[in-house]
Nanobody
Framework: QVQLVESGGGLVQAGGSLRLSCAAS????????LGWFRQAPGKEREFVAV????????YYADSMKGRFAISRDNANYRAHLQIHSLKLEDTALYYC??????????????????WGQGTQVTVSS
């Protein structure tokens, strides 16, 4: 019912920056919160950041604070993840996801209702 398409990933040198985008379509009115997750090969999915659509309230994983910033364009149903000072360990497939049932439980991927296919971020030394 909600389709999500991520973009903006690519190959970036360590220390660089990148802005990922997530375009939502379909039943976008159902969006309470939009989160970003990432998953590196062989590792479990990791919460990055979330934004509540109605008022822009944000939460970040502790390890992401300071280098990651989530934002939204309400009129366009787009969200963004700005990443600065990229590190090798940031290499992962980054997903955006929509949570319909409020922002509570935002760090748990299983609580999200819709997922994009991901955009690859690869950080080189």
């Amino acid at each position: 019912q909600v389709q999500l398409v991520e973009s903006g990933g690519g190959l970036v040198q360590a220390g660089g920056s990148l802005r990922l985008s997530c375009a939502a379509s379909g039943a976008t009115f159902s969006t309470d919160a939009l989160g970003w997750f990432r998953q590196a090969p062989g590792k479990e999915r990791e919460f990055v950041a979330v934004i509540r659509w109605s008022d822009g309230l944000t939460y970040y994983a502790d390890s992401m604070k300071g280098r990651f910033a989530i934002s939204r364009d309400n009129a366009n149903y787009r969200a963004h993840l700005q990443i600065h000072s990229l590190k090798l360990e940031d290499t992962a497939l980054y997903y955006c996801a929509v949570k319909k049932s409020g922002i509570a439980g935002y760090a748990i991927g299983a609580f999200y209702d819709y997922w994009g296919q991901g955009t690859q971020v690869t950080v080189s030394s």
